[in-house]
């Protein structure tokens, strides 16, 4: 076949949700019944071509498969799993002769009745939480292209020739878990040679539909915390993409490897047929050596620079990304410009931003800056930097100007940090620990929830009037103490032991204590998808860090006056705060979370001068921010713990520490939680079917654990037989003295009928199981 040249430049994905989250409105319409099937793909429609227009306006070219096709109603995960026909047996009878409807497209991703939908696990070392297929023995995958020939199609006829996205082959069986019917020894990889014919025929209907490249996305290659074992993704690289590339009917292929370097897989992706190879150069580096054969393959190719960073907001050293991308030039005559990653990481538009200081947005890139970016190198490569010189220095004085501005640098939080010693990252043991919170008197299979309880329309619309000025700050402050005694009194109707306020005034777990601290800045607009259509909106850490009054302490000790149960008062941790911010990127970040977490260090101190027994601090993302490199991991595991273990170092011995981590896979850094020392641990654990109990198990793990029993990212309620049948389990791999009984993670996201009625089943499957436990005398 005749090679389409490649785009000088492009971007490997943009934001889906829309500029006002459109799509997410959209999507919850359908969910409520609101709208049907049909405006729900107009809407879509209408989004996809606002997209199209606004990149081609940004400096993406119309045609030549410069501007991506990578929309989804909901994960790029699940529609590759539906694209090749992989669907769950339980919910086989959604598959028509067209594939799976909408409907049905949602009904796996969020389940329904007793189906639970696909597991869900964070993507990589990001935020995004993305549905895990299920692959078996007996899987049976068949092309089902139509969704990516619409959009295809849709773009061809508003006279756009874009570039189709999917994920890769290899990427999608290694994230993959087997079925439950599967034999102990099988691996998703196994089906590689049964699933690539199936991608072969994908290829083929778009070739015929005049798509001339396509966009396989395989991170998979740089990461190396997968289950899959290394030497076998190693070896599906050759397998899939000599065959793919084989293929007599096929658009130019583009292999996408993000998230970091190819370093061992780019000799064994070279070697295949493939036309285009995307490095990632923010986390990974271009190749200094090759081997004879592997040069000679790169030469033929059309290497892309990924240069831009795809997964924060600065603006950059513009310059140094160009040396990057031009460095490629060593290697192959044809070199083009990208993003790291897809933009779906950051926002839309940070000309969006009318709140923010002014200096502080011109230090700034979100998605739209990010294509100018692109733009801005691409003509670089093609006519010379001389082409560009305007904007490397309007780049290069915006670096200068955020080196020397106030508050970047604060020598007094600095100090603090210099006089650290080594008995400030540690608390008295455990065993006297234990003894001393004995006082709190908590029964067997103490039962609490994570901490945030449904943020009703009633809680959103009060902090919108606040923010409008309609409600001043004392009415404010009184509907919201009132929301808090009214999740007292519900729990203590229920029979919780462990009782949170609820978090009604958290806008959100990260952006609440960055209005609270020096160092941050918060959006208006900033939304970024999560998961589904779950958006968060992630505060900008520019400076030090520092705590000017304390944060919680009113709240926490106001629920504490309405009860004679022990009310855990609420932190978010350090390496939470850092993951779900978007970080400067101008000092290491173990020396940020340091000064994060004296910040929380100081507000546990007030708490306990209060009153407050039980403290919890939630690092939900610990997991996800693991590098993905192994030769990296030992430096972050020790500055992440290290930071949470100087937020609670300060705590003494009666007062009970928790900390929460949710929906990444535990077992690879059971260590570290080992090591925050957290007197309780509370860990995701239901989707998975409370898989995380055996790696505990096997650890010696010996502190406090509460293995989640309700899945919160689904609107299923669990039966009390289910919520039983996880707690029969956990406690027969762990002693029932050190287990707790809770949710997954925040109850922030769900309605309060659906809450009520777990949380029933929840306390009644925990008084069987205590039942079933009891020793006499």
């Known amino acids: ?117 696909l597991e869900m696990t964070k993507w990589f070392d990001s935020n995004y939480h993305y549905l895990v297929p299920e692959i078996g023995p007996h899987t049976v995958f068949s092309a089902q292209p139509g969704a990516l020939l619409g959009q295809f199609r849709e773009a061809l006829a508003d006279g756009y020739l874009t570039r189709p996205v999917l994920v890769g082959p290899v990427t999608l069986l290694a994230l993959a878990k087997p079925t439950e019917d599967a034999p102990a020894e099988f691996q998703p990889l196994d ?153 779906f990481h950051v926002p839309h538009d940070v000309a969006d931003e009318t709140k923010l200081d002014p200096r502080l947005v011109s230090w700034l890139a979100f998605a739209d800056q990010k294509v100018e970016q692109v733009a801005t190198l691409a003509r670089g490569l093609a006519d010379g930097p001389e082409a560009i010189a305007a904007e490397l220095t309007v780049a290069r004085e915006a670096l200068q100007d955020r080196a020397e501005a106030p508050g970047v640098r604060v020598p007094a939080v600095r100090a603090r940090l210099g006089a650290l010693a080594d008995s400030d990252f540690s608390r008295a043991g455990y065993a006297d620990r234990v003894e001393a919170q004995s006082a709190l008197e908590l029964p067997e299979l103490p039962t609490t929830t994570i901490g945030s309880f449904p943020q009703t329309t009633e809680i959103r619309r009060a902090r919108a009037r606040l923010t409008k000025g309609e409600l001043d700050e004392a009415a404010y402050r009184a509907e919201m103490r009132a929301e808090i005694e009214r999740v007292i009194r519900l729990q203590e109707e229920l029979g919780l032991d462990v009782l949170v306020h609820g978090e009604p005034e958290r806008n959100d777990m990260v952006q609440y204590f960055a209005e609270l601290l020096d160092g941050f800045a918060v959006t208006e607009h900033g939304w970024v998808q999560s998961y589904g259509s779950r958006c968060t909106r992630p505060s900008i850490l520019w400076g030090d860090v520092a705590r000017a009054e304390p944060m919680t302490v009113a709240w926490s000790t106001y629920a504490q006056s309405l009860t004679a149960k022990p009310v855990k008062g609420m932190l978010t941790g350090p390496v ?53 490199k192994r030769a990296d991991q030992p430096a972050y595991l020790d500055w992440s713990v290290g930071a949470f273990r100087l937020a609670t170092g300060g705590a003494a011995a009666p007062t009970q520490v928790h900390t929460h981590l949710c929906y990444s896979e535990f077992g690879v850094v059971i260590d570290a939680i080992r090591n925050l020392d957290a007197d309780v641990t509370s860990i995701e654990a239901a989707r998975s079917r409370m898989e995380v109990v055996d790696d505990l198990a096997a650890s010696g793990f010996d502190h406090g654990i509460g293995p989640g029993v309700y899945d919160i990212h689904s609107p299923r309620v669990p039966s009390t037989d289910e919520v039983r049948s996880m707690l029969e389990r956990a406690v027969g791999a762990i002693p029932a003295s050190r287990l707790w009984v809770n949710p997954d993670c925040g109850l922030k996201t769900r309605g309060y009928d659906e809450t009520i009625a777990s949380l029933e089943h929840i306390i009644a499957a925990t008084k069987a199981v205590r039942a079933g436990i009891a020793v006499p005398g």
């Open 1 to 117: 076949m005749s090679e389409p040249i490649f785009p000088t430049g492009t971007i490997l994905g943009y934001p889906r949700i829309g500029p006002r989250r459109e799509l997410k409105r959209a999507v919850e319409a359908f969910w409520s019944g609101g709208i049907d099937a049909v405006e729900l793909e107009a809407r879509a429609a209408e989004l996809r071509r606002a997209t199209r227009e606004r990149l081609a306006g940004l400096g993406l070219q119309r045609g030549g498969s410069a501007i991506p096709e990578s929309f989804s109603y909901y994960d790029q995960v699940l529609d590759a799993a539906l694209a090749v026909g992989a669907v769950p047996e339980r919910f086989q009878r959604l598959v028509g002769g067209d594939g799976v409807d909408l409907a049905g497209y949602f009904t796996i991703a969020r389940g329904e009745a007793a189906d639970a939908p």
């Open 191 to 343: 089906r590689l040679a049964d699933l690539v014919p199936v991608y072969a025929e994908l290829l083929a209907a778009l070739a015929e539909a005049g798509a001339e490249w396509v966009q396989l996305d395989e991170p998979a290659l740089v990461s190396e915390t997968l289950d899959a074992p290394r030497d076998r993704v190693l070896e599906a690289i050759g397998v899939a993409y000599d065959a793919l590339g084989a293929a007599s009917s096929r658009p130019a292929i583009f292999v996408a490897a993000p998230y970091g370097g190819l370093d061992d897989a780019l000799p064994a992706l070279a070697a295949t047929p493939v036309e285009a190879i995307g490095f990632d150069l923010v986390r990974g580096d271009a190749p200094d050596r090759l081997d004879p054969a592997t040069e000679e393959s790169l030469a033929a190719k059309t290497l892309v620079a990924g240069v831009v960073d795809g997964h924060n907001i600065w603006r950059g050293d513009l310059e140094a990304a160009f040396a990057r991308a031009e460095a490629l030039r060593a290697w192959s005559g044809s070199v083009a410009v990208s993003s790291s990653t897809s933009l």
């Open 576 to 628: 939470t705060i850092l993951a779900w911010s978007f970080v400067r990127d101008d000092q290491p970040l173990a020396d940020t979370a340091r000064q994060v977490a004296l910040a929380l260090r100081d507000e546990i101190a007030d708490l306990e001068a209060a009153g407050i027994r039980i403290i919890q601090v939630d690092e939900p993302a610990l997991r996800e921010l693991l590098p993905l």
